[in-house]
């Protein structure tokens, strides 16, 4: 199944008919709908801006931030920073999207799919730094809750990855092609 928005892929969880999702960001909240592998990343939490903004003109009130649905940092965001206008999008694709047509003012996302996005699309154009006193993002493979054995299967194939192969697979998917 494909999913083209965060919408989208709540709906399929929802819904039971899936087997597993490639990767996602860890959070107690989601762990009630579906069971999460042991992380095979970390990453940091990011704002994403104009080049041009420093950071700390970020946050303030009255500024527009976007942030994915169903983010897992959304209610802690928005009850840390209660004057910012959040405007709830379906991707971080769109966001970034729509921070470069000046839309917005800054995106929140991970510095993964930040730095992927922006080397491949918006280079010199859009520039990404850590939210400060947030843990990271845990990405792992969600699969349906009670499939107990999948779970272990992943989890064991998981921990069999020295890390420094892990960091190599992360390198490759973020670098930009020749």
Same mark, same amino acid.
């Given at each position: 199944? !494909?999913? &083209?928005?965060?919408? #989208?892929?709540?709906?399929?969880?929802?819904?039971? &008919?899936?087997? !597993?999702? *490639?990767?996602?960001?860890?959070?107690?909240?989601?762990?009630?709908?579906?069971?999460? @592998? +042991?992380?095979?990343?970390? /990453?940091?939490? $990011?704002?994403? @801006?104009?080049?041009?903004?420093?950071? /700390?003109? /970020?946050? =303030?009130?009255?500024?527009? $931030?976007?942030?994915?649905?169903? +983010?897992?940092?959304?209610?802690?965001? =928005?009850?840390?920073?209660?004057? %910012?206008?959040? %405007?709830?999008?379906? &991707?971080?694709?769109?966001?970034?999207?729509?921070?470069?047509?000046? #839309?917005?003012?800054?995106? $929140? *996302?991970?510095?993964?799919? *930040?730095?992927?996005?922006?080397? +491949?699309?918006?280079?010199?154009?859009?520039?990404?730094?850590?939210?400060?006193?947030?843990?990271?993002?845990? !990405?792992?493979? $969600? !699969?349906?809750?009670?499939?107990?054995?999948?779970?272990?299967?992943l989890n064991k194939a998981i921990d069999d990855i020295p890390p420094k #192969?892990?960091? &190599?697979?992360?390198?490759?998917? %973020? =670098? @930009?092609? =020749?």
């Open positions: 199944m !494909i999913a &083209n928005s965060n919408e #989208e892929m709540a709906s399929i969880i929802r819904s039971g &008919n899936w087997d !597993i999702l *490639s990767s996602a960001t860890y959070s107690p909240e989601r762990e009630e709908q579906a069971a999460f @592998t +042991h992380p095979f990343l970390a /990453t940091p939490f $990011v704002i994403v @801006t104009r080049v041009a903004v420093k950071q /700390t003109e /970020t946050m =303030k009130p009255g500024m527009k $931030v976007a942030i994915p649905a169903y +983010h897992t940092l959304s209610e802690k965001l =928005k009850t840390k920073y209660p004057g %910012v206008q959040w %405007v709830e999008v379906e &991707n971080t694709g769109a966001a970034l999207s729509m921070l470069d047509r000046r #839309e917005i003012d800054a995106v $929140v *996302s991970t510095q993964l799919a *930040s730095r992927y996005i922006i080397d +491949h699309y918006y280079p010199n154009r859009l520039s990404y730094f850590r939210i400060p006193d947030e843990r990271t993002a845990q !990405i792992a493979f $969600v !699969i349906p809750r009670g499939s107990q054995e999948l779970q272990s299967i #192969e892990l960091m &190599n697979l992360a390198g490759k998917w %973020v =670098k @930009t092609p =020749k």
